[in-house]
């Protein structure tokens, strides 16, 4: 009797490769479900670490630091240079230190007060990667930031200091307060608008480290009130025309005293988290320069702040007007919480 053909017929095998197909559809999903389920955890690890460190900050000198520090009438440094030691980044700590020329570099990567930030004495320091400023999530970035982490207005390669290239990115932003003088913001039973610089980081050049916001200042309450936020993917923006100038501002740049910003976009059309931008007007409130803006993140369903007692929050996009508010002024008397 004859033996039937040994193996899978075409037919058979056709029907294990569409099965095949299916559960890698089914799958795929599911696989990078978890991918950014591990890159929110690890943003949540970097605000967590960054919220600790400034807690310690503010434990020692009883304040947290300024927003802006301004040196010879130039907004110089951000917030997030003043506490470094405490996130074991001492070799790029600040520096009061007088120096003869700027144009050279400096003998080490301190960050240099006295110095430009777009100066040729601090390139090495506003250069270097700190890798807990850097959410993993982050896709889409300003034209000016290549590869998600350094600055490159034009692509080439080329490093030119003054026009601040080359310097090190970060995508988390100090919280200067709630919008203020906007209609679409308002106090609780109908008091009117925000009042300035109701925040904890301030977008208001100082010219101390003792002027930064203390903790009794925060009435609110450290678990109530917003200290960094999620803003992802900036770089440096024009301060007139298309062509780049040392006049520019780099809101993207980890040392940069632009880097903190006011909560809720001025126009009622534009989301207070993660408008999109694939419109112009959204975008307008993302990466644009301007100092009011809405929470921005990679993240599905919103984005992560740290609040000022170190502990980490996710801010959905269907929170309440009234709740980011309040959450992010410091001594504004409101009673709210992220679950609201």
Known sequence: MRQPPAGFTIVELLV??????????????????ARESARRSSCQNNLKQIGLAMANFADTRRR???????????KTISWSAFFLEFLEQSQIQTSWDTITNESVPAPDSRLYLKARLSSEYNKQATST???????PSTS??????????????????AIEASLFEGMACIDYAGNAGANANYPRYTLPNGAGVYPDDNGVLLNTSVGSLNKGVSL????DGLSKTILIFELTGRGVNFATGSTPSSSDNPRGAWASGLNCATIGPSSQTVP????????????????????????????????????CDGSVQFVTESVDTQV??????RNCGETVSIGQ
Not at 16 to 33: D, E, H, K, N, R
Request: a positive charge; proline letters at 5%.
């Open 16 to 33: 294990v490769v569409a099965i095949i197909g299916v559960l890698i559809g089914l799958l795929l999903p599911a696989v990078q479900a």
């Open 64 to 74: 947290f630091p300024p927003g802006q520090l301004k040196f010879s009438n130039f």
């Open 129 to 135: 990667l700190i890798a807990m400023y850097l959410c």
């Open 140 to 157: 889409r970035n300003h034209p000016s930031r290549v590869g998600g982490r350094t600055i490159d207005r034009n692509g080439n390669g």
């Open 216 to 219: 009794h200042e925060i009435t």
């Open 272 to 307: 207070l988290v993660n408008p999109t931008t694939t419109s112009a007007s959204n975008a307008l409130y993302v990466w644009t320069d301007i100092s009011d803006n809405s929470l921005f993140s990679d993240h599905r369903g919103g984005a992560q702040v740290a609040m």
């Open 324 to 329: 980011l508010n309040g959450l992010s002024s």
